[in-house]
């Protein structure tokens, strides 16, 4: 399952990161490829048994996978900052699985060499994996109808595709876009509940959760005038802000969405449970990674984060 080809230099799959790297070789890096991040002090005996083992397992994935090892005594305000982001690291070794710029999955302790690799064929998955070769005509082809507007025909060749491979997240999450573009919610909702559980957590399917969640706020949302005329009545009106954006979105304003909310961010983060972040997340899972409007939203959150 993990023999995906030629494998690349150890140096490009394996490296020692710091707290000045960590945004560009995890965070960034973990758009396109899935990041095992290794959290690992130089005490620590489990860590010494744990960490050749994941390397191995990482070069014997050939690239579908990378890893980052991060000496926590020597990076302590990066660990820190993590903490206090969700990730449980007072105890090591922790191994996380980054993708998308986002924790997925995570384990502590030493564990068996076969549990490795199922750790890493799961981060693997959740990236998206691989389409079976002889349909990616037929995928690039459906991809191509929808852009163009033939979402009929775009649905029946990814129902069709489906038949062929019942595994393929592509085309689960492809179908799940053509009957939000239909407008038909519910059987939208329905294909992406009929998803295997085993793709469940694969990038096309969670990308087509989030576009199916912003279509439904979208048929809620207000008007944009009367918004902005409430934050221009008052300014720290944080509902009025979260409302706007989710009318812009609504509206095809997906860049301003992404302004609105990073400012509603970082005037108070922790709104409504973090709110904000939440909702920047969920457009950011509906786009695709390289869009520029992720990149740019994404380190703008992380600058804030991360201050």
Do not use: Y
Not at 88 to 94: A, D, G, K, N, V
Not at 102 to 120: C, L, N, T
Not at 228 to 253: C, M, S, V, W, Y
């Amino acid at each position: 399952m993990l023999e995906l080809g030629s494998t690349p230099p150890a140096t490009d799959l394996i490296k020692d990161v710091t707290e000045a790297n960590f945004m560009a070789d995890v965070v960034e890096a973990s758009q396109d490829v899935p990041v095992i991040v290794d959290f690992w002090a130089t005490w620590c005996g489990p860590c010494k048994t744990l960490g050749p083992m994941l390397e191995e397992a990482v070069t014997k994935a050939k690239g579908a996978v990378k890893m980052a090892k991060i000496d926590v005594d020597a990076n302590q305000g990066l660990a820190q900052a993590l903490a206090q982001q969700g990730l449980p690291l007072q105890s090591i070794p922790t191994v996380v699985a980054f993708v998308k710029g986002r924790p997925i999955d995570m384990f502590q302790g030493a564990v068996p060499g076969s549990e490795i690799d199922a750790f890493i064929a799961r981060a693997i998955e959740a990236g998206g994996g691989d389409a079976s070769g002889g349909l990616d005509d037929a995928l690039a082809a459906a991809e191509e109808m929808l852009a163009e507007g033939a979402v009929d025909d775009a649905a029946q060749t990814f129902a069709a595709i489906i038949e062929e491979d019942p595994m393929n997240a592509d085309a689960f999450g492809g179908l799940a876009r053509c009957q939000i573009a239909l407008g038909e919610l519910d059987q939208a909702e329905a294909v992406l509940n009929g998803v295997p559980v085993e793709i469940s957590a694969a990038a096309p399917i969670e990308a087509a959760h989030a576009q199916l969640e912003l279509a439904r706020q979208a048929a809620n949302s207000g008007p944009l005038d009367e918004l902005k005329a409430a934050i221009e009545a008052d300014p720290d009106n944080l509902q009025a802000r979260f409302d706007l954006a989710t009318a812009q979105h609504a509206a095809g304003q997906v860049e301003e969405a992404v302004d609105t909310l990073l400012e509603l961010f970082r005037r108070d983060r922790e709104w409504n449970d973090g709110a904000a972040k939440t909702q920047l997340f969920t457009i950011f899972d509906a786009l695709k990674p390289s869009d520029p409007i992720v990149l740019h939203g994404r380190r703008k959150l992380s600058s804030m984060i991360f201050v």
